[in-house]
């Protein structure tokens, strides 16, 4: 049972099953399900990539929505949701932060019911 539930998203990714996955000495989150992540499927991004990550808003909302239909709809906060930069802007740009904000509403916009 849990009182609540504290949920960081960043991005989205597709998991292939690997069948013959080496399961390391030093277990992670990464490895234990003996899966091989990846952005792309058939040389298709799964959403929009900015620096080295690919950005899928849907997948704010989906994860929510599995959240809720397979755990019974506990109390969650969203704790951290952000996005990378490319860290090569100059002073102005990184300040307007455009993409940071655009990144903020796409995800936000799909939470909208």
Known sequence: SLDFLGLNYYFT???????????????????????????????????????????YPPGFRMILNYIKDNYKNPLTFITEQGSADFGNVTLAVALADNGRIQNHCSHLSCLKC
């Open 13 to 55: 990714q597709y998991a292939t099953n690997t069948p013959n996955f080496t399961i390391p000495t030093q277990p992670s989150s990464l490895t234990d399900p003996q899966v091989t992540f990846g952005f792309y499927r058939n040389g298709i991004p799964i959403g929009v990539q900015v620096a080295n990550f690919v950005y």
